[in-house]
């Protein structure tokens, strides 16, 4: 991997960047470990030529920190990478679920849960899914075993910017490890087809809407 593709915000020379988070250097909260898919969303990203089409469509003005094509990793649900404000940001989620068998309405997952996803009704315990993030948290805090994951994958958000007119990132869609790298060149060649200035993906989704860029992004390759 070259030094510098995974830097600090604005010192690269090349038209794209990979923000990480803490994730995988160790942080307590991670749900996936980020380092090999480093490496494959680096990948993607130089040999679509993106740094040469940025570039180029620059005419000659110097490459700055807003004019680069992020893709940002989140290993656990709180976002330190600020993946909203990247043009690509994965989020890391499981998906959990409660073995009654097991339980013994110890409430340490209702306790535990930030979002206030989990309750206990009647003596059961209920998951909100409309609530729950994917932290995983509940998992941890359960001494029985009772929740447990079923599924380890993540949330994929596209368009976020800052600048003059700032936009979060829309959430797209859920995606395997394996798929991610789908998602992120049918992006791309989403960006190379459409793209009139070198702006911003945030910019064309504020241009072309939202539901358009959804369906083209969802095609199947």
């Known amino acids: 991997m070259k030094q510098d593709m995974v830097m600090p915000y604005g010192i690269s020379s090349v038209a794209y960047e990979i923000i990480t988070c803490f994730g995988p250097k160790g942080c307590p909260n991670a749900i996936n470990r980020s380092l090999e898919l480093i490496k494959t969303l680096e990948d993607v990203l130089k040999n679509s030529q993106l740094d040469d089409f940025i570039k180029n469509k620059l005419k000659g003005q110097p490459l700055r920190p807003h004019h680069r094509f992020k893709v940002s990793i989140s290993d656990c649900p709180n976002g330190c990478s600020q993946l909203y404000i990247a043009d690509f940001g994965i989020h890391s989620f499981v998906k ?24 206990e009704v009647d003596q059961k315990i209920v998951i909100d899914n409309k609530k729950c993030i994917g932290c995983g948290g509940c998992i941890k805090a359960c001494p029985e075993g ?35 790298t789908v998602y992120l060149k049918n992006l791309i060649q989403f960006y190379q087809n459409y793209n009139e200035k070198g702006e911003r993906m945030g910019a064309m989704i504020q241009k072309m809407g939202w539901q358009k860029v959804k369906k083209l992004l969802n095609q199947k390759s």
Do not use: M, Q, W
């Open 96 to 119: 959990i679920k409660h073995d009654d068998s097991l339980c013994t309405l110890c409430d340490n997952c209702v306790n535990s849960c930030e979002e206030g996803a989990i309750k």
């Open 146 to 180: 009772a929740i447990k994951e079923t599924y380890r994958g993540y949330k994929i958000y596209v368009g976020g910017k800052l600048g003059r007119h700032p936009r979060l990132a829309s959430f797209l869609t859920k995606a395997s490890p394996e798929e991610l």
